[in-house]
């Protein structure tokens, strides 16, 4: 039976020949911006406190608020994700960019980052507490929770001169 | 440069200004107000300029001490390392008040990322703290595998890996579960840690939905010592395991923020067409195992239950098979064998203290469990009625760190008196 053995490598080669493209990265940082501020028509890289990647959002020439993009690590691998906060401080929504562990997904789903919404520096951000956890992919939860929180306080601390 | 232009400027300007007697005196007052001034806007550029170069080297000060090296995804080592670990104290109320102290396991992790699609993860286990030839201790690979993700929903995973069975089996750091030992039901009846060498499919359908199916290794009936842990001494674990019958599982599993319900189901041939002991030879004694599970967590409470049931068939013929191996082997005592398994638990925790990093949460959890055998009353193989047990835990976790627990409780087993225990634990995981 060769040639049957032969058939069984087709659908491996089928299914490894999207392999070129990037695995894990789900949005880009211009997609990130959009996402979190759909109605702004510009973004000027910017500082916030020691933050290097950030961008203030504007429409119009007024400001809208700000995007944090940052990383924190999940179990082994590092997450990339995308914050962004109003003028007014509050969280408008949390976007995962790159997530590369090989559980716990499901942090990516929107439940659990709209979690976020309307936080602010003041707010307790601490998982199981005011931040639902998921389970199995817990260290995940807990180190982008830590990681917003922290944003946040580089973010108030910033902009209250 | 600016410098120069504005001597230039300057220079320039001079040149136009009208060069009449009657004027020199006033033009050379104002070639004089003129080098005053580039000399004031010389100063202007070279203060602007220092000043520029002193931001941004304290720019990229800043830069660095935000994101210390390695931190950013391109940098990060390829290979990582993680643990987790406990120790444990027993004491039973048996009639000698038997006392123990553990280093129950200490885990270390590796992990190493080929490329965006490639990994490879694995667990080093050793129980008990000392391994050699003398000691009760056990150094053992807990899982190894290398998985390689085609796209969020499907990912191919082979080696040795943990069976999707349960709450507890994939997910079983101290810090995650209540009370210092694993509760009865995710050890006797579905076999916690259950690990085993195959090729699995899984993935995310939408950003909820988890499944896993898989062909894998099973277990040998031959190899199954003791009932009281219902199937669980016969799991192979990777060790030169005999694989003549293949098992085959299949799991799904609903995440939400807060909420988990799932379930799965394994199932195998554990006669093993007689590898390890012909006297089982003929026998496929088909081995089943499924579970339901829910966990939910709302204002303040963690709430989780599961069901376990499973199946050995032709456990008579195991126990026939038992008994001729006691007739050959007089060192060897029979046992009947186990013919089916359930078992279900619910528990509840409160967290009543939760500050910064610390967290207390009081817990309770009743558990019942049944490992009926296939009685053989002619040679004197009868069920252990020790094998049907309820059992009720009481007791606190004590997080200091979310990640390293401090745990104690009390179980009270209600058919066997002498395993109910007192239990003090340390538990940590990173």
């Known amino acids: 039976m060769p040639r049957a053995e032969h058939m069984f490598w087709v659908p491996i080669a089928v299914l490894c020949a999207p392999a070129t493209v990037q695995a894990t990265q789900y949005l880009t940082v211009e997609q990130a911006q959009k996402a979190l501020f759909p109605e702004a028509d510009g973004f000027a890289a910017t500082r916030v406190g020691e933050l290097q990647r950030a961008w203030e959002a504007s429409r119009d020439g007024v400001l809208l608020g700000h995007v944090l993009v940052d990383e924190v690590i999940g179990k082994q691998e590092l997450i990339t994700y995308a914050l962004g906060v109003g003028v007014d401080g509050a969280v408008r929504n949390v976007e995962i960019m790159d997530y590369r562990e090989s559980r716990g997904g499901e942090v990516r789903g929107a439940r659990w980052r709209e979690q976020f919404k309307g936080k602010r520096s003041t707010s307790p951000l601490r998982l199981e507490e005011d931040i639902q956890n998921i389970s199995g992919a817990t260290l995940s939860c807990r180190h982008i929770t830590e990681g917003v929180r922290r944003l946040l306080a580089v973010h108030a601390a910033a902009l209250k001169k | ?430």
């Open chain 2, 1 to 430: 440069m600016h410098v120069k232009a504005y001597r230039n400027v300057g220079l320039m300007l001079a040149a136009m200004l009208p060069l009449s007697a009657a004027a020199q005196s006033s033009t050379e007052q104002k070639i004089d107000g003129l080098q005053q001034e580039i000399e004031r806007l010389k100063e202007e550029t070279r203060r602007l300029r220092s000043e520029q170069a002193a931001q941004k080297s304290s720019q990229e000060a800043a830069a660095r001490a935000a994101k210390p090296a390695g931190s950013s995804a391109a940098d990060q080592p390829a290979t990582s390392m993680f643990g987790y670990g406990e120790f444990n104290y027993n004491r039973n109320r048996d009639p000698d008040r038997t006392g123990k102290a553990d280093l129950r396991r200490l885990v270390v992790g590796f992990g190493h990322r080929f490329n965006d699609r490639l990994s490879f993860s694995s667990e080093l286990e050793i129980e008990h703290g000392i391994v050699s030839a003398d000691d009760q201790g056990e150094a053992e690979v807990e899982q190894a595998y290398l998985n390689y993700q085609l796209s969020d929903a499907v990912n191919v995973k082979g080696g040795l890996f943990l069976i999707p069975l349960g709450i507890l089996n994939e997910t079983h750091e101290p810090p995650t579960y209540y009370g210092v030992e694993r509760n009865d039901v995710e050890t006797r009846i579905i076999p916690t840690t259950w690990r085993e060498l195959g090729v699995g499919v899984h993935g995310l359908l939408g950003t909820s939905v988890k499944y896993d199916v898989g062909v894998t290794t099973g277990f040998n009936a031959a190899k199954l010592d003791d009932p009281a842990f219902g199937v669980r001494t016969g799991h192979q674990e990777g060790q030169l395991a005999d694989a003549h019958d293949l098992s085959v599982y299949g799991a799904l599993n609903y995440r939400a923020p807060g909420l988990l319900v799932g379930g799965g189901v394994f199932s195998g041939n554990t006669g093993q067409n007689g590898q390890a002991d012909s006297l089982f030879k003929g026998i496929a004694a088909r081995l089943t195992l499924w579970d339901v599970h829910a966990k939910y967590s709302v204002a303040g409470w963690d709430l989780q239950a599961l069901y376990a049931s499973g199946t050995l068939a032709d456990a008579d013929q195991l126990t026939a098979a038992n008994v001729a191996r006691a007739a050959a082997d007089p060192s060897f005592s029979a046992f009947a064998f186990p013919k089916s398994l359930k078992g279900w638990y619910g528990q509840a925790a409160y967290h009543i203290y939760r500050r910064g990093e610390v967290d207390i949460a009081p817990f309770a959890r009743i558990e019942r469990y049944e490992i009926r055998q296939a009685e053989d009353p002619g040679n004197g193989l009868l069920q252990d009625p020790k094998n049907i047990e309820r059992v009720q835990t009481i007791g606190v976790d004590f997080k200091i760190h979310p990640q390293v627990v401090i745990k104690t409780d009390f179980q009270h087993y209600r058919v066997d008196g002498d395993k109910s225990r007192f239990n003090v634990g340390l538990g940590y995981m990173f």
